[in-house]
Every structure is written in structure tokens, then in C-alpha cells.
């Protein structure tokens, strides 16, 4: 018997306090978003033809991208360089990946002056190979599908021995649970490819997001405006990757009290400094062969939004995560996995917003409080929708007993978690 923990649907109460705050916001983000799809983005945001995106490319978009690393870099780990031991964070790191791509693409769609056209790069009459936007859409498009097909053999455990239909449609129940055991066993040929694709396509795409403002040379400034923007764009991607694993899987342990996996978070957190450590390097050296060090010691607001983001999110994480009592401590985790968040977070703003200056503006940009609402819409909704989840699929690992008369059989998907980390048959 395998001595990896399986996963379980968690016992919870759905509605809590916190839940009724988030339902409550993401209902005024869907109000906004719905305005914007019937009056247009001129009458919903601030963007005009000097400043054609805002934060809904910079935090909605680019950030998102970044922060839905953890769903390659943990199957990277766990499947293809054989880390079995960190099986048991895998699915909650590709559940957060699935839902953060697709609330990617909803808020893209709000930024889409024609969002109806979303649906264009699926026609090759219709494909521009030079655009780098292109590259970014078809490789988000074909990696919501992987990622997708990754979760499937989470909705097949769920559902597999337990299809019971009602009434007239019992004579379909058969056949309902012999299409799951096709769908079971074409994914087990088939699924390593698909997280090889993953891989593959996550790297694409993220470096290519840092492309986007490579054609604005005389639009940004000197401290971010790099011809190496995409391969720090996918360094800190892949930095981010971790701490979003960790920082999810631990608030998700307090959300449901449940025990968190600290041996294993602890374990992964050491790559953590090696990974900062290599972006970091990266950073430092550019700006001494581009000669931009004088421009961070010009004492302006860009050079403090430069010095914040490089301090607060890579050197302070990366002392932190250094230290071992650091590492084997819950909160030391959360906060050292917040502030690497926060700094990717922070240089996706600076570099699409902060940095960017047009030639002509007579106005710098502010979002409007339809731009903001739907960007918090959007994060409550994702919240809850993982909520949802994790409470009705098999996502999160159960802790193994300590006694193998207490582990409880793989085959028997009929349990779930309570609150406090105990088990309960459904």
C-alpha cells in the first residue's frame, strides 16, 4: 500500500463570515463587470489612447499569470523529476493554477474592447505569427485546456462507484460508470504528457507576458525597460511558484483547520532561496551592464517603487526563507511566501503601470472604482469557487495515521475531512 496521503473532499460549513464578506464583494465586482460588457470600456474605466490598459493587464492579467505558477512548477517537482513526497500538495497547486487561468481569461475579457472576438485566435486564417500577444493567447488557451484535463482525474475519483441516477434515467447508470473507467484509464496513459505540455507552455507564455513592453523603448523607464524583460518575467514566475503553493496550502489549513503539511512545506521552501537567489542575480547584473544603477539612487517615486519591490519582495524573502527556523514555522512560511507574492505582484504593476509613461499623456492614469470592483469581484469569486471545490472533490491531502491500521483505503473515496483534520464517512 502506497504510504502517500490521499485526498478528500473537507467537511466544512460553506458560509462563514468571511465567505459572506467575499460573496458580498463579488456580487458589486459582477455588477461592475456586467456594466462594462453593456456600456463599454470608455464608460466603465479610466483608459483612454494615451494609457490603453490599467490593472486589469497588471494585476487581473500578468499577475495572475505569475501567480498560477505553483500548477507547473509543483508537477514539474512532483512528476517529472519524481518528488513523490510532494504528491500530497500537487492537486491543491493545480487547482489554484486551473481556477487563476480562468479568472485570467474573465478579466481579459473586460479588457477586451471587442471581447466578443475573443474567440478569434482559434482560426489560423486568423493567426499573426510576429505578434507576441498572439503567442501569449494561443499558449494561455491551449494550457486552460491542459490544465483542465489535469484536474479530470480528480472529477473521475469523485464521481467513479457513485453514478446513481434517478428514476427513468437509472438505465443510463451503467453506462455513465463505464465511460468514467475509460476516462480513468486513457488518463493514466496519457496524463504525464499533458503535464509535460504544461510545462512547456507555461514557460512560453510567461516570458513572453514580459515581451509585451519590449516595443515601448521610449515609453518606460530606464530601471524596467530590459531586452532580457522575458526571461525575468519566467524567473520570477518560476520564484513564485513555491510560496503561492505554500502561502495557499497553509491559509487553506487555517480556513478549515485542518493540520498543515508543515514537513512538507518546509521540505519545498528550500528550493525557495536558490530560485530568488538566481532571479535576484539576474536583476543585479542587468542593471550594471544596461548602467541603470544611477537611476535607482535618483531619489524620485519610480526609484522607491523599484527599491520596494526588489527589497520587500526578493532580498527579505530570500534571508527568510534562509533560515531554518523560519522554514519549520507556519507563520514564518506564510509571511515569507506573502511578501515574494507581493513582490511579483508589485513588479507586474510597475512595469505595466508605474514604469509606463506615453509620450503625449496629458493625465496619468487611475483606475476607476468600475476597474477596481471587478478586479476584487474577481479574486472573491475565485476564493469561493475553490471553497467549493476542495469541499466536493478530493483535493486535499488527509494526514496519514500513524498506524497502518489506520490509514484508510484509497479505494474508498466515501470519506471526508472535518474540521480539526479527523475523518467522517459519507
Not at 462594462?36 to 499569470?65: H, K
Amino acid at each position: 500500500m502506497s504510504n502517500l496521503p490521499m485526498s478528500l473532499p473537507v467537511q466544512a460549513r460553506f458560509f462563514t463570515t468571511g465567505t459572506k464578506i467575499l460573496t458580498a464583494i463579488m456580487g458589486v465586482g459582477l455588477l461592475a463587470y456586467a456594466y462594462r460588457l453593456l456600456f463599454g470600456i470608455g464608460a466603465a474605466t479610466n483608459l483612454n489612447d494615451q494609457y490603453p490598459w490599467g490593472i486589469w493587464i497588471a494585476i487581473d492579467v500578468a499577475s495572475g499569470v505569475a501567480l498560477a505558477a505553483g500548477g507547473f512548477t509543483t508537477a514539474a517537482l512532483a512528476e517529472i523529476f519524481h518528488k513523490d513526497k510532494y504528491h500530497a500538495i500537487t492537486r491543491p497547486a493545480l487547482l489554484t493554477a486551473m481556477l487563476g487561468y480562468t479568472f485570467v481569461v474573465i478579466g481579459l475579457l473586460a479588457d477586451l474592447g471587442r471581447y466578443y472576438n475573443v474567440w478569434h485566435p482559434m482560426l489560423p486564417s486568423m493567426w499573426q505569427g510576429n505578434s507576441v500577444l498572439f503567442e501569449v493567447g494561443i499558449c494561455v488557451m491551449i494550457y486552460l485546456t491542459v490544465l483542465y484535463v489535469e484536474f479530470a482525474p480528480i472529477f473521475v475519483e469523485r464521481f467513479r462507484g457513485r453514478v446513481n441516477l434517478p428514476g427513468r434515467l437509472s438505465g443510463l447508470n451503467r453506462l455513465g460508470e463505464s465511460f468514467l473507467g475509460k476516462i480513468d484509464r486513457t488518463l493514466k496513459k496519457v496524463l504525464l504528457l499533458f503535464i509535460i505540455a504544461g510545462v512547456v507552455l507555461s514557460c512560453l507564455h510567461q516570458s513572453s507576458l514580459g515581451n509585451l513592453m519590449v516595443i515601448a523603448p521610449y515609453k518606460m523607464h530606464p530601471l524596467w525597460y530590459t531586452p532580457i524583460s522575458p526571461l525575468l518575467f519566467l524567473l520570477s514566475a518560476i520564484a513564485v511558484g513555491f510560496p503561492m503553493v505554500i502561502f495557499e496550502s497553509t491559509l487553506a489549513s487555517r480556513s478549515f483547520k485542518l493540520k498543515p503539511e508543515l514537513g512538507i512545506l518546509s521540505s519545498l521552501a528550500r528550493y525557495i532561496p536558490i530560485l530568488l537567489g538566481i532571479y535576484l542575480a539576474v536583476k543585479l547584473v542587468d542593471l550594471t551592464l544596461r548602467d541603470a544603477w544611477p537611476y535607482v539612487l535618483e531619489n524620485s517615486f519610480r526609484s522607491f517603487m523599484y527599491i520596494v519591490e526588489l527589497t520587500a519582495g526578493v532580498i527579505i524573502p530570500l534571508i527568510l526563507f534562509s533560515n531554518r527556523k523560519i522554514r519549520h514555522s507556519a507563520s514564518g512560511l506564510l509571511t515569507a511566501s506573502a511578501l515574494v507574492i507581493f513582490g511579483v505582484v508589485l513588479n507586474r504593476i510597475n512595469v505595466f503601470i508605474v514604469a509606463y509613461k506615453p509620450l503625449y499623456a496629458t493625465s496619468p492614469y487611475y483606475p476607476s472604482l468600475f476597474e477596481i470592483a471587478v478586479t476584487l469581484g474577481l479574486a472573491a469569486a475565485l476564493i469561493l469557487v475553490y471553497r467549493f471545490i476542495v469541499m466536493n472533490f478530493p483535493v486535499i491531502a488527509a494526514p496519514v495515521a500513524e498506524k497502518k491500521k489506520d490509514i484508510l483505503p484509497i479505494s474508498k473515496p466515501s470519506y471526508a475531512l472535518k474540521d480539526g483534520g479527523s475523518y467522517e464517512k459519507i
